[in-house]
């Protein structure tokens, strides 16, 4: 019998196997579990009836493709909705990890006296406005090294954004280390309803040992009383007010969560340390480790009901919306289509796009811009369509592997995974990050399948009690 396309879980009460050609869960008796695990051939009526319903299939994607590929014309001529403008490479500060500060590696851009012209900018938001003709509403979005060294050109920017949509809704957003807000940038920023996100990573002792200005000293007591200004001459800008905290998972988890209690009012998002581009890789340490297994299981309690989202660190909110989506979409599952793709890449281009100091465009501001491999084409020449499809099927450099791999639907590769510093995508930089995409896949089906489970065991133990 031909190996099936699935993927064995194991609970303390069940056995399962996800079927990636339905990408869903099924339980399943513990004898059939152990065939399909020693991959002894099995003919009962489970399997038959399992069968019958197109489960336990071998058949795997035929090649890759992105269902997208053909109309890709159509998604980047129509759908623009988030436009983010480089409006300088120049920083104020030098945050020890950040991709941009000086160190010896060719993977990044290092910080650089460019600035974005307003005729660049002019041409990019004229860009925007005709190629957004689906979207009822776009974003606008500035972004550096630190944006705000810019602050005259964002304004004449605004402006002639404002006076060129007409019957479209346009909103602007910032990313700042916010160390050069003053009062009549605020005043501004309020004023516009600008989504303001300020990177900020911890409480002091976090904040200063990372971001520093170029003189080593630390940076967290202006950008505090930064964010205490705004929050107290404008207590109804709190909405529009974000802290992106970059996490180091080299240190416990407990002491960057320290910030939220600094900031209870304000909303406060997380990532890790992005050591993608960088020399030194990280790697987290034990502590960290276990308070992240720890807030899993807090996140759990909380899709369950029992517990408040506040009691649970912002760490792990992407996961419960993961688990969530797993489980409302296995209510609809579906055999998927082959030729396929798997998940990862965005259609690069089609909603969201990066624009550079000298208009080079690129499908995000997380994807390297030293290498012409990574640009999808520029706002005086327009899309390059053939670069977007070929990064939306950036898995064909890997399809033997992803045609076999059982986190298909799970995987997070896109372009970016794939940038060696050579100008071809590099098929053992991807493969490299399947490890954590595998482990991510497992953290969710685990997790919904624990969220089914549980509460049917506790609803059984109550049966048993009241009988
Ligand atoms: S990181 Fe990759 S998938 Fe995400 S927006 Fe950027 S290019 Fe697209
Ligand atoms: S995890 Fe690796 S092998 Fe699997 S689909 Fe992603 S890139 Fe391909």
Known sequence: MAEPFIHLLRTPQNYYFYDVQKNAVVRISESLYHCLLSGISDNSTETQELKKYGFLSSKHPSCIEHSCTSHIQ?????????????????????????????????????????????????????????????????????YGGEPLLQFPLIKKVVEYAESLFTGKIVQFNITTNATLI???????????????????????????????????????????????????????????????????????????MELIKLLPDVHIMTSEIDDFYMDEKIIPCKRYREEYEYQIFLAALYALGLLEKSCVSPVVHPIISSIQNTLIRWKHYNTFPTPSAPSGPCIPGAQRLF???????????????????????????????????KMLNIAKITESHCSKCWAFHFCGGCIRDTFDGSGIPSAQKRLSKCYSYRAMGDVILYGAVMLREIPLYYREQLQEATK
Do not use: W
């Open 74 to 142: 159509d998604y980047l001529d129509r759908s623009l909705i988030m436009m983010t403008l480089q409006v300088t490479q120049q920083c104020n500060l030098r945050c020890d990890y950040c991709l941009y500060s000086e160190n010896s590696n060719e993977l990044q851009r290092h910080h650089e006296n460019k600035h974005m012209s307003f005729e660049t900018a002019k041409r990019a938001i004229d860009f925007l406005l005709t190629h957004s003709v689906d979207s009822s509403t776009v974003s606008i979005g500035f």
């Open 182 to 256: 003053t009062d009549e940038i605020a005043d501004y920023l309020v004023k516009k309803r600008f989504a303001t996100t300020i990177s900020m990573d911890g409480p002091k002792s976090i904040q200063d040992s990372h971001r520093k200005f170029p003189d080593g000293s630390g940076t967290f007591d202006i950008v505090y009383d930064r964010i205490h200004r705004l929050i107290e001459r404008y207590p109804n800008f709190t909405p529009f007010l974000s802290v992106n905290m970059v996490i180091d998972p080299r240190r416990p988890l407990d002491e960057p």
């Open 355 to 389: 624009v550079s100091v000298d208009g080079t465009m690129y499908p995000c501001e997380r994807v390297s811009e030293v290498s012409s491999i990574l640009s999808i084409g520029n706002i005086y020449n327009g899309f390059n369509y053939s670069a977007s499809q």
